[in-house]
């Protein structure tokens, strides 16, 4: 049956591609055609076409390929322009009804006409043409995408964009791996400006924070350079938001869509704030009044106000049924040409969503050793989730560009970003330990994010030599008010008057109070000269770097209790929300609230980062080498409070100070072909909370996560070699090979406390992580599929921890590593119909997302270690189709997650049975349905 929904879907998707085609309006006529160069026949991408005496034009695609449909019958002229090239002049052009007329012409380089005549122009780098120029030019390693590619897919944010890229996964919809390595080992940029974590307890930049209407680029550079941090070994990613517009413009664009999993269902919720539908609370789920200190739990008067008046009281739950999720986008582009030859160029998008996704029937499971005797899992906790979420996101992005002259830009960039989450979670199922105990619990729970990235950058240009420099500023918090969670049991007692109800016991009703904040200021300067030595012209580079980091971490923790002998009897098994939880039985001779916050649980760090670089370049007739050394200083320094509940505090300082070599080589046998070796040295430092003691409750894994004082920085040596193959401009095929020996790499672990989790990091003692990737983009005409292209990017990858000599740790692949990567998809783009549709297909390998626990006594046996946890590998489809129509107009359709294939986390428990033989069983941990997306959005274009 699946099977044949597969084909269906596809069988109806060609036939939509097919079919649309016949739509166009045949009593008019159009004109195609191709601009090239005169002289190399390469396409020229970006040239105007325009009808004399008309507002009719069309600009070239990547081919260099034009239309211009729905054109009246008759004689036109014709202007043909491109930068830095003569213009053409076409006379008495005939369009004739119905029919297509055919333009083809080549352009001649005016510097060939005119000498002397100098023409300096930015380069476009939001096309996939300008991507693959950049990539196939760079010195470095490096892959990326473009805003076009984007336009194609229709990705909504950055997490879904950069997976397209060679060598990339994403875990959680929003965390990015490159090379199958944890998203630790990855740094990101933002408009060449650092940003901070998004996430309090790892160092994660979640990607689905930028939209991809503020996109203009993403460029993943894969192998060490002296200009850049040295702290990554994944990838360093640089995301570049709009700058310079093509042309003034506005659009305005709104959509909806729908999950098979949350909407037209029921969808339970916690009522929330006036302002939650624009990403942040209003106050109402802040602790009013003066509570701000801590509370006395033996003043009686102030724990009697604070029950009553401290806290937003109202437990509720309600329930409705999501119709649709909303979307809304608007952009507007500007330039102005100013007195003597000065421009002017003003970029603005806001853009709003408002999301519901349901985790429904969730299996949500621990296990204790496998019982070998029974030979079955035997389970700790086997719980059922219902997860409700609605997520907002509130973005907007302001960008100004000043350009003085040909030689000289200045930049100020802006990006905001407000996100919120209200969540409401039910669990049932049942606590084993040394017996059943069947268990509800509830959580209310809602976080909200800002983050915010500035720079002021300048670039100058001079005849020999490059000068850029910016100024940068990023601020992120994340803040979760009054999160609640309510645990029940049922009473088990055989003959009690209340055996087989459920009710609460003390201590089991929590309110929490969490805030993270962090800022960043940075600055740098770069400097190249090129020298002409002959027939060497090497270029030198200089730099420095300096950046400046803290943060602020706060938690606040209450606890209900009662009073027995004031409350009625029975008290324990009403109904909490509507009963218990009721002014009427508030008081602190009754039920009242005993503050339980742990000062150890806080935090605040501060980091200092210094760097300066030296790196030359010396092309060598087909050889091109870049080496250099970079030097880093970086001290972090941690606050930790040593005490429950006084502010007494000890400093921590952790510095380092090292020099990163890095050599990046190119040979280029011709304008086709070129290869790549590259070696450098990077480092993964821990940050604050993965170092801090503080410990949180984390209500998804049931569980304490905490930070460990004694972890390393580990240090990776990186080795990559390339070779790259470009058929054409816009084509490309590549195949590398990477090799990276990790010391002390940093892991994500738990212990087992006896019944209970503990989750934190840990150091191997080193690892090795080496493998294959593969790139190909193909336009499919040579086999008569005109305007059809084929992307792939797909990734082998092998790895293996190893441990101290003696240890009972078995080596295994890395934490988060998958063994294969694969992103595929087939375009379809009809610039003479406005038509664009694409099928795409991801799979990410089977990865261990949890590492267990080796039994470490001696004679210690596999029958006693605890198994990693691995997230297996599935398959995901998205169709994407956009028309055209009415010049301005464009309708977009999309399907994610066509299959919708079950995510499963397992474990696979080994044991030796009676006959001494080594068996292995499988026990998932966590499985649920991701639901079907489905996309409708309406724009339009002025």
């Not at 009686?300 to 909303?326: E, M």
């Not at 029975?570 to 109904?575: A, Q």
């Amino acid at each position: 049956m699946k099977n044949i929904y597969k084909k269906t879907c596809f069988f109806l998707f060609l036939l939509l591609l097919s079919t649309l085609p016949g739509l166009a309006d045949n009593n008019e006529g159009s004109i195609t055609g191709n601009i090239t160069d005169k002289t190399s026949k390469e396409p020229l991408m970006g040239a105007t076409i325009q009808l004399e005496g008309t507002t009719i034009g069309a600009v070239t695609d990547l081919d260099g390929n034009f239309t211009i449909p729905n054109i009246k019958p008759g004689l036109y002229k014709i202007n043909i322009k491109y930068i830095s090239y003569t213009p053409i002049e076409l006379n008495n052009v005939t369009v004739s009804k119905g029919q297509k007329t055919v333009v083809n012409a080549e352009m001649t380089e005016a510097s060939l006409a005119l000498e002397g005549v100098v023409v300096v122009a930015q380069m476009r780098q939001n096309t996939d043409l300008a991507i693959l120029k950049a990539n196939k030019a760079s010195l470095l390693v490096q892959s990326g995408i473009s805003a076009q590619q984007i336009i194609r897919t229709q990705d909504r944010d950055a997490s879904e964009v950069i997976r397209r890229i060679p060598g990339i996964s994403i875990i959680d919809g929003k965390f990015v791996m490159v090379r199958g390595l944890a998203q630790r080992y990855n740094n990101v940029w933002i408009n060449n400006g650092a940003v901070p974590s998004s996430e309090a307890d790892s160092r994660a930049f979640s990607f689905d924070i930028i939209p991809s209407s503020q996109m203009d680029n993403i460029i993943v550079v894969k192998s060490p350079a002296p200009e850049l941090p040295a702290d990554f070994s994944g990838g360093f990613i640089k995301i570049k938001t709009k700058d310079v517009p093509d042309h003034n413009s506005f659009s305005f664009s709104v959509g909806g869509s729908i999950n098979d999993q949350a909407h037209f269902r029921d969808f339970m919720y916690s009522p929330g704030s006036g302002t939650d539908f624009l990403g942040f609370d209003n106050g109402m789920r802040k602790m009013e009044g003066s509570y701000t200190s801590r509370l006395d739990n033996s003043d009686k008067t102030a724990v009697d106000q604070i029950t009553h008046n401290g806290f937003n009281n109202n437990w509720a739950i309600k329930t409705k049924t999501p119709v649709a999720d909303l979307r809304l986008n608007a952009s507007l582009s500007h330039k102005f040409d100013l007195d003597n030859g000065k421009r002017l160029a003003v970029i603005a998008a806001v853009n709003y969503t408002n999301a519901y996704k349901s985790q429904l029937d969730m299996l949500n499971a621990r296990y204790s050793l496998y019982d070998v005797v029974k030979d079955q899992s035997d389970y700790k906790n086997k719980y059922t989730d219902n997860v409700y979420s609605n997520d907002i996101r509130l973005g907007g992005m302001v960008n100004l560009t000043f350009m003085p002259n040909d030689q000289d830009k200045y930049e100020l960039k802006n990006i905001v970003n407000q996100l919120g989450q209200s969540r409401y979670t039910t669990r049932n199922g049942i606590l084993f330990n040394s017996g059943e105990y069947i268990q509800e619990q509830q959580e209310y729970f809602y976080s909200s994010r800002t983050t915010y990235n500035g720079q002021f950058t300048g670039t100058h240009n001079r005849d020999n030599s490059k000068l850029d420099w910016s100024i940068g500023y990023a601020y992120a918090n994340k803040n979760q008010p009054d999160r609640r969670i309510i645990n029940r049991e049922e009473n088990g007692f055989v003959g009690d008057s209340h055996e087989g109800e459920m009710h609460i016991d003390q201590n089991e009703m929590k309110r929490f109070f969490y805030r993270l904040d962090e800022n960043i200021g940075s600055a740098a300067l770069n400097y190249q000269y090129d020298f002409n030595i002959g027939n060497l012209h090497p270029a030198l580079k200089v730099g420095a770097y300096a950046e400046y980091r803290n943060r602020t971490y706060n938690n606040r923790a209450f606890f209900y209790r009662w009073n027995i002998q004031n409350v009625p009897s029975g008290f324990e098994y009403m109904d909490i929300v509507n009963e218990i939880l009721t002014p009427q039985y508030f008081g602190a001779d009754k039920l009242y609230v005993y503050e339980d916050t742990d000062n150890r649980d806080s935090y605040k760090g501060n980091n200092i980062l210094a760097a300066g670089y030296l790196g030359i370049n010396i092309p060598v007739e087909k050889l091109d080498i870049y080496a250099g050394i970079r030097y880093e200083y970086n001290r972090m320094q941690l606050t930790s409070y040593t005490t429950i509940k006084d502010w007494k505090s000890k400093k921590y300082n952790y510095p380092t100070n090292h020099l990163f070599p890095s050599l990046n080589t190119s040979y280029k046998f011709n304008e086709q072909n070129q290869l790549r070796l590259a070696y450098g040295l990077s480092a993964n430092r821990p940050e604050f909370r993965e170092m801090s003691s503080s410990v949180y409750y984390d209500f998804d894994l049931f569980s304490s996560v905490m930070g460990n004082s004694n972890l390393k920085p580990a240090y990776i040596q990186n080795v990559d070699l390339r070779y790259e193959y470009y058929p054409t401009p816009n084509e490309v095929v590549s195949v590398a090979l990477f090799y990276k020996r990790f010391d002390n790499p940093i892991e994500w672990t738990y212990i087992d406390n006896g019944g209970s989790y503990t989750y934190t990091y840990v150091n191997a003692k080193s690892a090795d992580n080496y493998g294959v990737e593969v790139e190909i983009k193909k336009n499919l005409d040579f086999i008569g599929l005109k305007d059809f292209s084929w992307n792939f990017n797909g990734a082998y990858i092998n790895s293996k921890v190893h441990f101290e000599k003696g240890s009972q740790d078995k080596n295994r692949p890395m934490q988060g590593q998958s063994p294969y990567l694969i992103n595929t998809g087939f375009f379809y783009q009809n610039d003479r119909y406005g038509i664009n549709a694409s099928a795409l297909y991801n799979r990410i390998g089977k990865r261990i997302m949890e590492v267990g626990n080796a039994d470490m006594t001696e004679g210690g046996s596999v029958n006693n270690d605890f198994p990693d946890t691995y997230e297996l590998a599935r398959n995901t489809i998205d169709l994407n189709f956009s028309k055209k129509f009415a010049k301005r107009w464009e309708v977009k359709a999309s399907v994610r997650n066509l299959l919708g294939e079950k995510v499963t986390f397992i474990q696979y428990p080994k044991f030796y049975d009676s006959n001494n033989t080594l068996q292995e069983r499988e026990q998932i941990t966590k499985q649920y349905k991701p639901g079907r997306n489905f996309f409708l959005t309406l724009s339009y274009n002025l």
